[in-house]
């Protein structure tokens, strides 16, 4: 893999080292929800460490959590699936990602991204030996893709589609109409759907999440992926899960057990804990969501800079052009001169260099605090600019 | 219509073969489980505090990549003080379980060599996380009567062909045999000799019941050999995922960040346990070894007296054997007797089962003879 390949994973690798040095650190970078994960959570965890700590789990993970896999993607996103042949376990929705774009591609085969995206998927799809094939959103039009652009990019070497939505950085939800013009255009051209729900719980406004697995003619051809990292703040667990249909899951299980093998016991228990237990705990958090997006949106607004509009998700996509200087620079000033971490743009797409996501992943008070810092370093960015 | 790439995507996945070796299981699925590769243990109590405090301290959400920088230290200490190894906590990368450090550690660091040789006879999952991206593979022949290592002389004539990169298991994960310490300095001098490096399985060493010689060791500026096996084994971990790679500072990197495309960290509830095991290893791992070397002597005595071969083995916690009937009816006998073994085939040795030794395995034997 060339170094040119994995240069956002090293650049955000680097920010991160440099920002666990600062005691005073506020971090409006990674995806790490700020609360601690649910107190029954970790009690069946304690629980199975007392009682299972050594019981045998294939690498598809638990029956008893693939049943309540099938069960939650049932009631959340309308996907059919048999826990014994259309769910595997995997360590977090990481591990996941790469296991469905390493399935679904092979050496030169295209994957179509509609971009910005979580870099991941582009490093993942290296490994695979693929090809990205970019489909370009701005944030004049809240980031979203058209599917006529997508369209256009089909080749005879196209093999899958990537879905995201809500999306990893740019926060766009797919709509319902676009949707399903998008399965209708993977089915046309025979493409695998590689479908990102990991933010599904978090969609604001009068938004509204679909799968592409839940439409007709979609579940056969698609792997979907979640984890219980955003939504119960168990992002350390390390817990998440594909569904799709049983023949490509076959092969999705074959490469779990090549990678990894199989998922922490303990945390499996707790993910079962998680997904039967009370939700308040998934509500409280999606409402403190809300609260600290709009306070985020307001402080943008105040310092002039324009975004597109999250519809979902846990960050917000800012334009950062005015400033005058490369996201990669200005994240680095913001870090270095006021201790708070923002991830640039550069760091998902090379495209992307006039954009920083920033997470609404802290407490208000915190939160508040690091726009007020970030305003700080972009007002003395722009006084350099202007002598 | 049925969907074209998709009947692609599985003419190509059922054409893998390596991808779809069939692996045992990384814990006994029950007592009669003969098996698998690891043994079902009591849990420490001091584990179970140590782990839930925490969890309940907010260890919950990602950590760095590599691990948790006490584990790391842990680990490095383990083998300096076991292997003589020279690695710090900065060479080392936490991993969930075994497999994901056989796959880690040949795809990232085999990525910088042309080329890697592989036993005949290895673990299943050294083939297994070859199947997931094609590796020019030099297969290393073994010498049955050795408990199929390959021997030292078969390796520099491998090395002196072109091989740059080898994979050995001491112990052998089908027998248990190991090299002793004239071999691995033989196997040291060629790889200095031919600017070779070696990826080194010593996950089964903690069970050998003599003293034992790590590849590593003689690696002194930790250069051109990289360790992996399981963390602290035989402490009731085998369930929670949890091994490790130590590997030259420059291979690293590229391990780590491969780690972090694939899971970004390792559970930090096993991270903590493994940790707390560290400081209780010693102490609890010598009375294991001593428990397991009086159970495996009397399986191995009551096998050879019923005409069994018992393969020479130093690694305590599992018997090799070659049935006099043949492979395929003694894995139908057991069976029928409610055990379950593991096939040699797994490995490359159709002649031989392997037994995990536990309080079952003279349970096994007697119900065959």
Redesign the interface.
Known sequence: ?SKKK?QG??LL?NMIAEA?SYDDVIVMG?G?PDF??PAHI?EA??DA??KR??????PEGLLPLREAIAERVKRVNNIDVDPATEVVVT??G??AL?LMV???N?PGDEMIVPEPNYN?YA??LA???GVKVEVQAFAENDFRADPADVRAVVTDKS?SLLLVSPNNPAANVISPADMREMLSIAIEH???IIADDIYDLFVYDNFEHVSPASLPGGK??TLTLNALSKAY??????LGWIVG?A??M??VR??K???????????QY?GIAALTGPQDPVEMMAEAYRRRRRLVLDALDEMGMSYGVPQGGQFVFADISFSGLDSGELAQRILTEQHVLAYPGSAFSKDRKDYLRMTFLQPEEKLREGLERMKIAMQSIMAEQQS | MASQTKAEILRQHQSNADLNTPIPAQVMRGQNDLSADGIIRPLDERIIAATAEALESGQTHYVDVPGIAPLRAAVADFLGSFADAAYQGGNIVITAGMQEARFLSIQMIGAQFDNIGIPEVVHPGARKALGTRARNVISLPVDAEAGYLPSPESIAEALAGGCRLLFLESPSRLSGAVYSDQQVAAISQALAEHDAAAIWDQGLAVWVDDSYDSLAACDSEAERVAVIGEAFPGMGLASWFIAYIAAPEAWVPPMQSQKQIMSICTSTASQYGALEASQLYRAEGNQQLASLRQTRAGAAQLASDSGWTVLGGAACNIIALRPPGGVDAALTDLRAAGYDAADGALFGAPDIIRLTVSNSTADALRALV
Do not use: C
């Not at chain 1, 700590?53 to 294939?58: L, R, T």
């Not at chain 1, 703040?233 to 390390?238: C, D, F, L, V």
């Open positions: 893999m994995k994973t090293n690798y666990n990674r790490d601690d994960t970790v965890a304690k460490m007392i700590h050594a019981d045998y789990s294939p360590n977090g990481q591990e790469f390493v399935a679904a092979g991941t490093d993942s490994f695979a030996g093999r025979d493409l695998i056969e051809r703040s168990m992002t350390g667990w390390r249909p023949d490509l076959a092969r074959e490469l057990a090549a990678i990894s093998g199989g998922a922490s016991i303990i945390s707790a």
